[in-house]
């Protein structure tokens, strides 16, 4: 059944978390709307209101009260992170200034996912970090002051590059980070649209210690990019669909996916583009088309890490060969999403193969769908959800309720594009 119908997505995630984080260092009360709706930053909401900040729900938005420079309090207890990677990297940066002590904590999953990534750099700033086997949670923080870095990332994060600005906005003196590649810059464009001293050089960006509070800022979040993907996905590849996604955040950061479904002959199209704070916002309509497989150039996989399982169903339904390489990343999400996605696309008849660092894949292939491992992860759970659609049988998830760590009533929203 083709799919037709408007949809608007759900705050995006990441500037989710960041709006609220920032305007906790505003220097009023700053009001949210569209604030994404999933487990993930209602954690990051948890975990600052257990920090100090005062953080209410009004009429469907969220009203953060900004303390200023030194906004935090000692927590009574542990900060428990859930199995959000963005909330416990990103406040260690946050934290990493403030006379405090705090022990993160996260599910199962979380506290098998690396955070030396994040407090090795830290420490290098003077951070006081201890971890279980040096890199896992629970992870140990002692705030205090901090010295500049400057920093050249290992490899493109932007989770990584967030966390060391944010530390750098109490350090003294100018902090810098260096990357290899391109990633999403949100934390930038926010600081910027707030008033910190921040320069951005191409790959390259510094900061310096703030002298006064942010500005509070209102914002409306525009919809969650990774969150469209799924619909986007579902356009294209269910038959003669066609879908109008409205005010969807299109920052160039996170739209490499987009560049590579051009490339693959897919028929979307952009309009109304407009700047709300600083975040390039759009509609976007997506008809069903005919693809074609692609080498995925290198430079875009670190901009549309959380898009590649997405690709890996694209190419199925796809004429020739797909290949994704360099995308290791995809080892160390809430799952190995690489095994994951290779293993429940083999399950149902893809000609798929799994490389160190990615895969490949031979379409076209009719999938047969039926069970799937889930591996508790909201990206694979909903990645086959969309599959099922144009699968010999609709998609059994072992585990549903993961979805809701990012996009609750995800199922719903699509059944209604095909009611």
Known sequence: MALKGEIKLPGDKSISHRALMLNALGDGQSRISNLNPGADVQTTRDVLVTCGIQIEQKHKALYVQGGGLRPFSQPEHALDCGNSGTTTRLMMGLLAAHPIHVRFEGDQSLSNRPMDRVFRPLQQMGANVSARDGRLLPVMLSGRDLWALDYTLPFASAQVKSAILLAGLHAKGETAVHSPAYSRDHTEQMLKAMGADITVNGRHVTIKPLTRPLHSSDMEIPGDFSAAA????????????????????????????????????????????????????????????????????????ANMIDELPLLALLATQAEGETEVRGAEELRVKESDRIKAIVENM??????????????????????????????????????????????????????????????????????????
Not at 266 to 281: F, H, K, S, Y
Not at 367 to 396: C, N, Q, Y
């Open 346 to 419: 083999a399950n149902w008849g893809a000609t798929i193969f799994e490389r160190e660092d990615g895969f490949s894949i031979e379409g076209p292939t009719q999938l047969e769908g039926g069970k799937v491992t889930t591996f508790a992860d909201h990206r694979i759970a909903m990645t086959m959800s969309v599959g099922g659609l144009i699968a010999s049988k609709p998609a059994v998830l072992d585990d549903a309720r993961c979805m809701d760590i990012s996009h609750p009533g995800f199922l719903d929203e699509l059944r209604g594009l095909s009611a």
């Open 230 to 301: 799924f619909f986007i996905t579902a356009g294209l590849i269910v038959p003669d669909s066609d879908i109008i996604l409205r005010k969807v955040g299109v920052n160039p950061s996170r739209t490499a996916f987009l560049t590579v479904l051009e490339k693959m002959g897919a028929d979307i199209t952009v309009a109304n583009q407009l700047d709300v704070n600083g975040e390039a916002v759009a509609d976007l309509r997506i008809r069903s088309s005919a693809l074609k497989g692609i080498v995925v150039p290198l430079e875009y996989i």
